[in-house]
């Protein structure tokens, strides 16, 4: 393992790197990190930010493996909390929320750790102990963790049949066949059905064969459903209206699933 300290160039250009991810731009980052480090890859400090842009990539295993010899980095509590992110896309959440609480044990003001505290918690039911990492972040940056909304089960039961009202007439005979159903959240069988896993903060989901794909030749079954998840979509949005807009766009995202639509077909269906 290379624990040579970096120098000070090598710093300025692992910041050039952070900056990358900052603005956006994951794939030139993970260009420009393997151009500047061809031969350090391997120091911890180097893996803790090939890690960050692992998961700006969205490959939370690349991340880990990225981590693993990382321990030594100059940040611990960055290191940590990078592992608690991957193992929280990962669906595990026990193992995220203790990496979230190591971090927190060396930086108390890290306010993204007590944010994945917060949904760590909520995925394992401990939903007081989520409100309460919630607030926390909120309190330390609360322009970028806004506290969830809170809107009881009928409200939001209703802002969905809503919705699905305002669908076009074609579509909603479409539709009809198949449940529209509202859980809290996305059972971790769900998510880890997939390679790579989805996103716990997942707000919206078709599962089941689109009708594209359907002929007459197919044996009966079940006809799938469309999923949305309250507390992510409660969570997801800064206030009311924008919870209004989100669940209209969800539900026809997840309706053009069901229809085997494209981006393109989706305009042609009125579901833009």
Known sequence: MDYKTLTDEEWSRLDRVWDLMEGGEPERAAQQLQSDFPDRLTHPDVRVVDAAVALEEGNPERALAALDGAERSADPALFFHLRAA?????????????DADRALAIRPD??????LM???SEHLGEFGAA????E???????????????????AFDTMVEHSLAELPEV??????????????????AILTSEHPPLSPDLLGLFVGRDLMSR???DLPSAPGAIYLFRRNLLRFC?????LEREVRITVQHEVGHLLGLDEDDLEQWGLA
């Open 215 to 217: 002929t007459t030749q």
């Open 86 to 98: 991957a193992r929280y896309d990962l669906s595990h959440f026990r193992q995220a929320r203790d």
């Open 118 to 120: 917060s949904r760590a």
């Open 110 to 115: 890290l306010a993204e750790a007590l944010d």
């Open 131 to 134: 409100a309460d990492f919630a």
């Open 136 to 154: 926390q972040a909120n309190v330390l940056d609360p322009e970028r963790f806004p506290e969830p909304l809170e809107m009881d089960d009928a």
């Open 171 to 188: 579509v909603k005979q479409r539709v009809q066949e198949i449940p529209v159903v509202v859980e809290p959240l996305p059972d971790p």
């Open 238 to 242: 800064p206030n009311l209206e924008d």
